[in-house]
């Protein structure tokens, strides 16, 4: 008895509880962004404030200040002086001065080099363990340098489109880590967050279709592998040549897989009507 269609089915079901949890890791990317993107926005907005007003109005009408202890009924006079709203100590603010200017706070634009030189550095030990086999622990790498990418508060404008692309890249290699371990709807994941980035980058497209052709969406495979063969028409890769050749092999890869559905759907069709047919015969005698 042929069960290739109930094992079919398990599979598809597999497919549905693996892409439940993919989604729900791409809810928790997304709020963690959505966090970070608020704090990019209020840093702004303080920045623009703190250029409009030259000095910093401190109003303490809001504060109430009682002369007595209710507990003890001792004077204010009597109390230790201590820091608080409208007093601090002379020696403590010379201090903190002094500290600032020996240790001055590193300026944002600073910080964020410093990001983007952190994130190339996470990338460049991913590629080692991709390199070496060793996918899942250069999958966890590349995600740590979006992370730190997705950290940077204010940046200029060069320092974002440089994040941007840098961002892209390390969502393609993560994807092509999911490919090398078999999980290809996480890697599809990867690949259209490269292309929410930049719709014109053809790896983008290419490693969509691999993702595509794993699962067996045969048409989706076709289209992304068309849109990236039009993409590197126009591009000035220099593996150009090399790239067409390999997408073009994933096209004949795809039309392979789509004869062999059709091959296994007619001869589930046939031994499903003989089935129906040794039915009816054993009924009738």
Request: glycine share 4%; net charge negative; hydrophobic share 30%.
């Amino acid at each position: 008895m042929d069960y290739a269609k109930w094992d079919e089915l398990a599979k598809q079901q597999e497919l549905e509880d693996e892409r439940e949890r993919i989604d729900q890791s791409i809810r928790n990317r997304q709020a963690y962004i959505k966090e970070q993107t608020e704090r990019q926005q209020n840093y702004l907005k303080k920045q623009q404030s703190h250029n409009h007003t030259g000095e910093h109005d401190h109003s303490h009408d809001h504060h109430q200040h009682d002369d007595s202890c209710s507990s003890s009924g001792c004077s204010v006079a009597s109390l230790r002086p201590r820091c608080g709203c409208g007093y601090a100590d002379p020696d403590e603010l010379k201090r903190i001065a002094l500290e600032q200017q020996r240790n001055p706070p590193e300026p944002e634009d600073v910080k964020n080099r410093k990001k983007l030189l952190a994130a190339k550095a996470a990338k460049e030990d991913a590629n080692r363990l991709f390199q070496q086999g060793n996918f899942e622990d250069a999958f966890k790498l590349y995600e740590r340098g979006v992370l730190i990418l997705t950290g940077m508060i204010g940046p200029t404008d060069e320092q974002y489109a440089e994040a941007r692309d840098l961002e892209c890249t390390l969502d393609l290699n993560a994807c092509a880590c999911k490919l090398k371990l078999k999980q290809p709807l996480e890697a599809l994941t990867q690949a259209q967050m490269a292309l929410d980035i930049d719709q014109k980058r053809w790896k983008a497209w290419s490693r969509c279709g691999d993702a595509h052709q794993q699962l067996g969406h045969w048409d989706d495979a076709k289209r992304c592998y068309h849109q990236a063969l039009l993409l590197l028409e126009s591009s000035d890769d220099k593996s150009r040549q090399a790239a067409t050749a390999e997408l073009q092999r994933a096209l004949a890869q795809v039309d392979a897989g789509m004869l062999r559905d059709a091959q296994s759907d007619r001869e589930f069709q046939r031994q499903f009507s003989r089935r129906i047919a040794e039915g009816l015969r054993l009924e009738s005698s």
